[in-house]
């Protein structure tokens, strides 16, 4: 019997997983110190806002990144140094926050995180790309969706979305007990799993380190097998020697192949 507990926890697998979440923090904190953003907020709450950081000159667009952390965890300002590849690759670069369970649902979440990225697209002309880790690869790739909960007009600019790491399948997120906070039930559980649902009219790019727990790498292979089967543009890149937490740390490099496959 699967304990989808322990499949799902990344943070005790990982040798000095504390110190990496200590080091994104002063990252994300001398990045903007650096460089303050540009605060957007579409919300009452705190968390209903983004974080905007402009190039040189005329954007090539917008890159947008959802953050982790189940749904439950972190904040846009934890990751702000992840802004530094596309930004310096002209590209302006939003940060959207989001409510956490257990205050809402994953399904509400979805909302939030849609009207993060339509007010940022509402600042910043061009076209979209989507990327997200861990609960956010779930986001962006709902984004990405004919679905998605955009206007029209916002949903035709995004091109490609980048999944990293993403939680593909919640349906085993049930038997976790994490669900005593995200409260998943069947129903919800199924609509919100990508695996379940069309491949996005655009291009998608599931990107996972290869060092990862078994439970992230069958999600990659189960979702790249259902949109291929259904027709979708799509692909899985196995990063070498990365796990959870390592993988999305080359989006601060702007010449990482990471950084590339969100911009392209």
Same mark, same amino acid.
């Given at each position: 019997?699967?304990?989808?507990?322990?499949?799902?926890?990344?943070?005790?697998?990982?040798?000095?997983?504390?110190?990496? !979440?200590?080091?994104?923090?002063?990252?994300?904190?001398?990045? +903007?110190?650096?460089?303050?953003?540009?605060?957007?907020?579409?919300?009452?709450? %705190?968390?209903?806002?983004?974080?905007?950081?402009?190039?040189?000159?005329?954007?090539?667009?917008?890159?947008?990144?959802?953050?982790?952390?189940?749904?439950?965890?972190?904040? +846009?300002?934890?990751?702000?140094?992840?802004?530094?590849?596309?930004?310096?690759?002209?590209?302006?670069?939003?940060?959207?926050?989001?409510?956490?369970?257990?205050? !809402?649902?994953?399904?509400? =979440?979805?909302?939030?995180?849609?009207?993060?990225?339509?007010?940022?697209?509402?600042?910043?002309?061009?076209? =979209?790309?989507?990327?997200?880790?861990?609960?956010?690869?779930?986001?962006?790739?709902?984004?990405?969706?004919?679905?998605?909960?955009?206007?029209?007009?916002? +949903?035709? @600019? =995004?091109?490609?979305?980048?999944?990293?790491?993403?939680?593909?399948?919640?349906?085993?997120? @049930?038997?976790?007990?994490?669900?005593?906070?995200?409260?998943?039930?069947?129903?919800?559980?199924?609509?919100?799993?990508?695996?379940?649902?069309? %491949?996005?009219?655009?291009?998608?790019?599931?990107?996972?380190?290869?060092?990862?727990?078994?439970?992230?790498?069958?999600?990659? +292979?189960?979702?790249?097998?259902?949109?291929?089967?259904?027709?979708?543009?799509? @692909?899985?890149?196995?990063?070498?020697?990365?796990?959870?937490?390592?993988?999305?740390?080359?989006?601060?490099?702007?010449?990482?192949?990471?950084?590339?496959?969100?911009?392209?």
């Amino acid at each position: 019997m699967i304990d989808w507990t322990d499949a799902f926890e990344n943070g005790a697998y990982i040798a000095g997983a504390a110190d990496i !979440v200590v080091r994104w923090a002063d990252a994300a904190s001398d990045f +903007r110190d650096a460089h303050p953003p540009e605060v957007l907020a579409w919300g009452d709450h %705190p968390r209903q806002a983004v974080d905007l950081w402009r190039p040189e000159g005329e954007a090539r667009g917008l890159a947008v990144f959802l953050h982790g952390g189940y749904w439950k965890a972190f904040d +846009r300002t934890d990751w702000s140094h992840l802004a530094a590849g596309a930004l310096a690759r002209g590209w302006a670069v939003a940060l959207p926050g989001y409510r956490l369970a257990p205050e !809402v649902r994953v399904s509400e =979440i979805v909302h939030d995180a849609a009207a993060g990225v339509q007010a940022a697209a509402e600042a910043v002309g061009g076209p =979209i790309r989507l990327a997200g880790h861990s609960a956010g690869g779930h986001l962006v790739l709902r984004l990405a969706g004919a679905d998605a909960p955009l206007a029209s007009a916002v +949903r035709e @600019r =995004i091109g490609r979305v980048v999944s990293i790491s993403g939680v593909h399948d919640l349906r085993p997120l @049930r038997l976790a007990a994490m669900n005593e906070v995200l409260r998943l039930d069947e129903a919800e559980a199924e609509a919100e799993s990508a695996v379940l649902r069309p %491949p996005p009219p655009g291009p998608a790019t599931l990107w996972v380190g290869a060092a990862e727990r078994p439970e992230f790498l069958r999600q990659t +292979r189960a979702l790249g097998e259902a949109w291929g089967r259904a027709g979708g543009d799509v @692909r899985e890149v196995y990063d070498p020697g990365r796990n959870h937490f390592t993988v999305v740390d080359a989006l601060a490099d702007p010449g990482s192949p990471l950084t590339e496959a969100w911009l392209a």
